[in-house]
């Protein structure tokens, strides 16, 4: 009854010390589309960016058209004068 445990303990401890069985996996990972929403109503001046093309953080994507925002603005100015 000793051996079995002696060897059982031994077996569990050799098994601690086998190398880690963790795999790791380099790459990038894509999306086939993105939709955003806009969170104005303002006419599309521009459109710098192709359809399907690469794009990245802080990149700017649409040019609004801020006339109607240069109005409200103004009148909100003229209103506090």
Do not use: W, Y
């Amino acid at each position: 009854m000793k051996r079995i445990i002696f060897g059982t303990l031994i077996i569990a401890l050799l098994s601690a010390c086998s190398k880690d069985n963790t795999h790791q996996a380099l790459g990038t990972l894509e999306r086939d589309r993105v939709t955003f929403t806009a969170t104005s109503n303002e006419i599309i001046r521009a459109l710098p960016v192709k359809e399907g093309s690469l794009v990245s953080e802080g990149e700017v994507l649409v040019q609004l058209d801020t006339k109607n925002q240069q109005a409200v603005l103004a009148h909100a100015v003229a209103e506090q004068a």
